[in-house]
C-alpha cells in the first residue's frame, strides 16, 4: 500500500496536469497572453523604445555671418547626432522651440569671432537654449554640444597655430557595452516583463477559472491533495515560460542583434529559479481570488507593474529613495533583469547570478507556501 501511493500522487499530478495544457490552448485569452503580448513587448522594447539620442532637432542662429561662425554651425550642422538647420533669428528658432519641432537651439552672438581672436575680451561665448520639459533630452543637447564645441575649438586652435593639446586627456571605455546602445538593456529586460506575465498573469487565472466554472468541486470529491493539485497547475506553466524563455533569447540574439556573451546554462538556471516566485505569486494569488477579473487586477498590480517599475528595467534603483529601494528587495523581478543583462552582455558572472538565483528561491519558496496554504482541501 505504501508504495502504491507515491505512485498514485504521480498518476494524479500527471492526469491534472495535461488536462490544465489542454485548457491553456483552448482558452483564447491563454493563447493571446502567450503569443501576442510576448512578440508585442519585444517590439516595443527592441525597435519602438530606445533611450538613444539620435538625429536630435536642434536650430543655429548666427547673429553675424562671419566665417568664424560659419565655420562653427557647420560643425553642428554636420555632426551625426544632431539634425540641425539655421533660423534667421532668435525670435523663430523660440517659435519653433516651443511648437515641439526643436529639442533646442544655439545662439553664435554677434561679437563671437571678435572675442575668439582678440586677447583679453574675455572668452567667446554661444548660447544653448534647451526644452527643459524634456529633462533627459535637455541634459542630451547640451552635452552633445558641449562636445561639438569642444572639437571644433581644438581644430580652430589647430588651425591658428596654437596649442591645442590639453595638460591632461580622458579616454573612456566602456566595457559590456561598447556602443552604448539602450537597446542591449531593455530586451533583456522585456524578456523579465513577459516572463511575469507568463509565470504570474496566467496562473492568477487557473484557480479563479476553476471556481467561476465550478469544476473544483469534481476535484476535491477525487482523493487528489491541495499538493497535488498545486503541481499539477505549475507544471505546464512551467514548461510553457521556459519555451517562451527560449522563443525570447533567440528573437534577442537574432532578431534584435544583442549580444549573448553567457551559456544556456546559466540562462536555464536564472528562468527556473525566476518562475518559482513568479508562478508561486500567480497561485498565490488565484487562491486568494476566486474571480478572474479580480486576479487579473491584482496579478498587474502586484506583479507586471513592479517588474516595470521597481526592478532596474526602466529607472535606476540607486537613485530611487531608501524605502523604495527597500521594497525593491521583494520584487523577484529585480534580480532576474540585473542577472539576464550580466548573462547576455557580460557572461557567466557566477559572483552576480548565485546570489541572485538564491534570492529568487527564497521569494518563490515564501510564494510557495502561502499558496498551499490557501488552497483549500475541501470544499467548505
Known amino acids: 500500500m505504501n508504495a502504491a501511493r507515491p505512485h498514485g500522487a504521480f498518476s494524479r499530478i500527471a492526469a491534472l496536469a495535461r488536462k490544465e495544457s489542454k485548457q491553456i490552448w483552448r482558452d483564447p485569452s491563454s493563447a493571446v497572453i502567450v503569443l501576442f503580448l510576448p512578440l508585442f513587448l519585444l517590439f516595443l522594447f527592441g525597435y519602438g523604445i530606445s533611450l538613444d539620442a539620435a538625429s536630435v532637432r536642434i536650430g543655429i542662429v548666427i547673429e553675424e555671418r562671419e566665417p568664424d561662425a560659419e565655420s562653427l554651425a557647420n560643425a553642428y550642422l554636420t555632426a551625426p547626432d544632431f539634425a540641425a538647420r539655421i533660423y534667421e533669428s532668435q525670435a523663430l528658432a523660440e517659435v519653433a522651440l516651443q511648437a515641439n519641432r526643436l529639442r533646442g537651439f544655439l545662439v553664435i ?4 569671432s571678435q572675442r575668439l581672436r582678440a586677447r583679453g575680451s574675455g572668452p567667446a561665448q554661444i548660447y544653448i537654449i534647451t526644452d527643459g520639459s524634456q ?17 571644433w575649438t581644438t581644430q580652430f586652435a589647430r588651425d591658428q597655430g596654437l596649442s591645442a593639446e590639453p595638460a591632461l586627456t580622458i579616454e573612456p571605455r566602456f566595457w559590456f557595452n561598447e556602443d552604448l546602445r539602450t537597446r542591449y538593456n531593455l530586451v533583456p529586460g522585456s524578456i523579465a516583463l513577459v516572463m511575469t506575465i507568463i509565470g504570474t498573469l496566467l ?4 484557480m479563479a477559472r476553476e471556481w467561476e466554472r465550478g469544476t473544483l468541486e469534481a476535484v476535491f470529491a477525487t482523493p487528489v491533495t491541495s499538493l497535488e493539485l498545486l503541481a499539477s497547475k505549475l507544471i505546464p506553466y512551467f514548461l510553457l515560460a521556459l519555451a517562451t524563455m527560449a522563443a525570447c533569447v533567440l528573437a534577442a540574439v537574432f532578431l534584435f542583434g544583442v549580444p549573448f556573451r553567457g551559456s544556456f546554462l546559466a540562462i536555464l538556471a536564472l528562468t527556473a529559479a525566476f518562475l518559482a516566485p513568479a508562478l508561486g505569486q500567480g497561485l498565490l494569488i488565484s487562491s486568494a481570488a476566486k474571480n478572474q477579473f479580480v486576479a487579473s487586477q491584482l496579478a498587474l498590480f502586484s506583479g507586471f507593474l513592479p517588474a516595470m517599475l521597481l526592478s532596474g528595467f526602466m529607472f535606476e534603483i540607486d537613485s530611487m529613495p531608501a524605502p523604495i529601494q527597500a521594497i525593491t528587495t521583494i520584487v523577484p523581478a529585480r534580480y532576474f533583469v540585473s542577472g539576464l543583462q550580466t548573462v547576455f552582455l557580460a557572461g557567466d558572472v557566477w559572483s552576480v547570478l548565485l546570489p541572485a538565483i538564491a534570492k529568487m528561491l527564497g521569494l518563490g519558496a515564501v510564494m510557495l507556501f502561502f499558496a498551499w496554504r490557501l488552497t483549500p482541501k475541501r470544499i467548505a
Do not use: H, K, M, R
Not at 135 to 151: C, D, F, H, K, R
Not at 203 to 206: G, I, N, P
Open 135 to 151: 529633462p533627459n533630452t535637455a541634459e542630451i543637447v547640451a552635452n552633445y554640444s558641449q562636445g561639438v564645441l569642444g572639437a
Open 203 to 206: 496562473t492568477a487565472l487557473v
Open 109 to 112: 552672438p554677434s561679437d563671437f
